[in-house]
């Protein structure tokens, strides 16, 4: 028997997005007042000092490298144009740094003098990404127009002598390509020419300027570690797992320290690093950190520690600062869990079932505590992740969490198409073949008829954004399989979808799915609002808030369209 409400699971914290000034100060984003916003940390587990008070939710911080302030970002009701805004640490005085509330911004990161910093915007025309640099006291109409983009463009970052911008354009999220601007004639060189759908991502200069190190999967299947000579364009492979994806590299480019990641069926393992050469890595100590999902790595000047986030199915998401030479870890933030015991948290138990067509796809179950007492009696919420580029990871899920706490079990599908297990299985979803990853779901709803504890009349879908697609598609191609669905956000007609979503996002989107000029009657077959004449009439409600974007980021609409799934399903399961 449940002993905590909705609200209560709703309510437990997360800090996150760390970044450490240059003093040793931490910086996160914490949810305590509904939504995430800036707090600041002198030493381990002190109180917190909130910086904004904002209803809107902060998405990023990071400090300036030289001075007591750092920029966030944010945008208005779930709009997506993100605006930056400086904070001075010592007066809490906030400046508006874009002053175009109408552009999409990306943050581009500090020079390492803290006197300016890089984005790009699409400004001068909503489809396309221009570079710009903008100095730390000046407004969004004096930044410098760099380059004139004609696509999708993001700094990755500047030189170490602050003379160049490494620049992504990206075709799609499986297809990258990298650039070095030159701040004193505004050229721009391209270092990865390339054939087909190659990634290069995470990429940073090192120490000595010359060379890039990245994560790509040019020539192979899994994302490894590469250095790639900015002379000779060469790319060395450091650190290749056959399995695997390196994900995510971290390089201090005044010291030579790094830290890489290494996605292993989800869950992170961190390997801390100095180069001792351009292509030698000496390790240190494996970093002391639960068995969890980890990223966003933060060095402290000289890179003696980094802050990192960390997450797992029975931990909420919390700031750790790691000694990088010992691996010793300490937790500094505090995100409470509202008064639930941790210990009343249920692991997730990784699990595979083969589809229709002999593929193996991996899956998270959790069972309620008792569910070896209740043979066939448990329902379960089958809950399809967004993207499709994704992947569900054992990460804190208090949604989850509650539904397990109810007698629910729940089952998280990484179907074909999902990231995280090479990139032909990723591929495997791409336009004509969109159906297969639905036949995906179909084959682990048949996987759970045959658990003994589960009650194979009792299966509801649940996913938002793609994952709403795909509960919409599971219910019209497969109505007998469910007792009910809930869409959240999803995608009910993929030819309006992309007529309407924004132009700086149609040519990666159809990329994926296909382009209205060559799919269009594809993309209307498969649309579920097409076929849902398949589905039998049964209650139906709809819920919309018109402060929100993308998704449902604020507390008290959490609490409310939850209240109103979870009373839904309770009824029809």
């Not at 007591?68 to 805004?85: A, I, K, S």
């Not at 998401?317 to 990088?324: K, L, S, W, Y």
């Not at 954004?465 to 599971?474: E, K, N, R």
Request: hydrophobic share 35%; no cysteine; proline share 5%.
């Amino acid at each position: 028997m449940h002993e905590y409400d909705l609200e209560r699971y709703l309510n437990v914290r997360s800090a996150s997005g760390a970044s450490l000034s240059p003093d040793g100060r931490l910086a996160f984003l914490l949810d305590t007042t509904g939504t995430g916003q800036v707090w600041t940390l002198a030493e381990p587990r002190a109180w917190p000092r909130e910086r904004t008070f904002y209803e809107e939710p902060v998405s990023f911080i990071t400090w300036s490298p030289e001075r007591p302030e750092l920029v966030f970002g944010m945008d208005e009701g779930g709009n997506e144009r993100l605006q930056f805004h400086l904070l001075d640490d010592e007066t809490g005085a906030v400046t508006d740094l874009t002053g175009h509330p109408d552009a999409k911004h990306r943050w581009g990161g500090w020079s390492h003098d803290g006197q300016r910093f890089a984005f790009t915007a699409n400004r001068r025309d909503e489809s396309v990404f221009d570079v710009y640099t903008q100095a730390r006291d000046e407004t969004g109409t004096d930044a410098t127009l760099r380059h004139e983009g004609d696509g999708w463009l993001s700094v990755g970052g500047w030189s170490p002598d602050d003379d160049k911008l490494l620049v992504y354009e990206s075709h799609s999220n499986f297809d990258q390509d990298l650039y070095v601007l030159d701040l004193s004639t505004d050229d721009r060189r391209h270092l990865t020419p390339h054939e087909g759908n190659v990634r290069y991502g995470s990429a940073g200069f090192g120490p000595e300027g010359d060379a890039l190190y990245l994560v790509t999967d040019e020539g192979h299947d899994t994302l490894f570690l590469a250095r790639l000579d900015l002379e000779t364009l060469e790319i060395d492979r450091l650190v290749v797992d056959e399995e695997w994806n390196v994900d995510g590299v971290a390089l201090d480019d005044e010291t030579g320290r790094l830290v890489y990641s290494r996605n292993v069926d989800g869950y992170t393992e961190l390997t801390v690093g100095d180069l001792t050469g351009p292509t030698t890595i000496e390790e240190l100590a494996t970093p002391a950190l639960p068995r969890a999902v980890a990223g966003g790595v933060s060095f402290d000047d000289g890179a003696g520690q980094f802050a990192i986030t960390v997450t797992g199915s029975t931990t909420n998401t919390n700031v750790h600062v790691v000694d990088a030479e010992t691996g010793e870890s300490e937790r500094w933030t505090d995100a409470d869990t509202a008064g639930i015991p941790r210990r009343t948290f249920r692991d997730r138990e990784l699990v595979r079932f083969e589809s229709f067509d002999g593929l193996e796809v991996p899956a998270l179950l959790t069972l309620p505590a008792d569910a070896d007492e209740r043979e066939g009696d448990v329902p379960v919420v089958v809950d399809i992740h967004g993207g499709p580029e994704s992947q569900r990871r054992p990460s804190f899920y208090a949604l989850g969490q509650y539904f397990v706490s109810r007698g629910y079990a729940l089952f998280e599908p990484n179907v074909r198409g999902s990231t995280g297990y090479g990139k032909a299985y990723t591929h495997l979803d791409d336009v004509r073949n969109r159906m297969d990853s639905v036949a995906d779901v179909r084959a682990g709803v048949e996987w759970l008829h045959d658990h003994p504890a589960v009650d194979p009349d009792r299966i509801a879908a649940l996913g938002g954004s793609y994952g709403g697609f795909m509960v919409l598609a599971a219910l019209t191609e497969y109505p007998d399989l469910w007792a009910a669905g809930v869409d959240v956000v999803g995608i009910a007609n993929f030819v309006t979808f992309l007529e309407n979503t924004g132009p700086w996002r149609r040519e990666l989107r159809e990329a994926e799915y296909g382009s209205l000029a060559e799919d269009r009657e594809f993309l209307e077959s498969i649309s579920p609002i097409n076929n849902v004449d398949a589905i039998e009439h049964v209650p139906v409600e709809k819920l919309v808030f018109e402060d929100e974007g993308h998704g449902i980021s604020k507390l008290e609409n959490r609490i409310e369209a939850y209240t109103r799934v979870v009373d839904f399903l309770d009824e029809h399961v």
